[in-house]
């Protein structure tokens, strides 16, 4: 059974940054594409980073320049660095486990909400 749990959400201003973890279990992690996704209120969940095992790595457009994607191996965690947060950032940020591309398993979401 795969877990995936995130944690670093919270409430800051427009142009503050902030990190996200979420830490993964259950699988080997190692080999494992982990992503970020985001949903706000009345809108689709979209794509914000993905990392392959190899370290490669994806943005969506509105993140790209701004945000960066990380992983820890040893720690069986992935990151998302947020810079320059903006208040259209605002949304739940949801961790997720792929497989062939897709969303396979998904944490339960982290709050983050930028003020302008």
């Known amino acids: 059974q795969v877990q995936l749990v995130e944690s670093g959400g919270g409430l800051v201003q427009a142009g503050d940054s902030l990190r996200l973890s979420c830490a993964a279990s259950g699988s080997i992690f190692s080999l494992s594409i982990m992503g970020w996704y985001r949903q706000a209120p009345g809108k689709r969940r979209e794509l914000v980073a993905t990392i392959l095992s190899s370290g490669s790595t994806n943005y969506g457009d509105s993140v790209k320049g701004r945000f960066t994607i990380s992983r820890d191996n040893a720690k069986n965690t992935v990151y998302l660095q947020m810079n320059s947060l903006k208040p259209e950032d605002t949304a739940v940020y949801y961790c997720?486990?792929?497989?062939?591309?897709?969303?396979?398993?998904w944490g339960q979401g982290t709050q983050v909400t930028v003020s302008s």
């Open positions: 997720s486990q792929l497989r062939s591309g897709t969303p396979l398993y």
